[in-house]
Nanobody
């Protein structure tokens, strides 16, 4: 069982930045692929970014490519999402997720956090 706790969300103006963190429990964090997803009101949950267990491979949705960066610190059991040049359409609840198998960009993750709200004002 893996527990994930997101933090770092908040209210920011368009063009601003936020860094989300996701702290994971368990001694095998370094073997998990990790992903960030988001869900805006009235919309489906969507993929944002993912990172392989080693951190050597990263993947991004086209809508955030060049603005968001996913990274991980396996010594701290934490994955991060640095979000720059934020836009109002980035407003959503952001979730981190863990997967015990190869990294994917779909919703097929084994464990999910509770989410953190990100609101970008225009």
């Amino acid at each position: 069982q893996v527990q994930l706790v997101e933090s770092g969300g908040g209210l920011v103006q368009a063009g601003g930045s936020l860094r989300l963190s996701c702290a994971a429990s368990g001694r095998t964090f370094s073997s998990y692929a990790m992903g960030w997803f988001r869900q805006a009101p009235g919309k489906e949950r969507e993929f944002v970014a993912a990172i392989s267990w080693s951190g050597s491979n990263t993947y991004y949705a086209d809508s955030v490519k060049g603005r968001f960066t996913i990274s991980r610190d396996n010594a701290k059991n934490t994955v991060y999402l640095q979000m720059n040049s934020l836009k109002p359409e980035d407003t959503a609840v952001y979730y981190c997720a863990a997967r015990s198998e190869v990294v994917v960009t779909t919703l097929e993750y084994d464990w999910w956090g509770q989410g953190t709200q990100v609101t970008v004002s225009s």
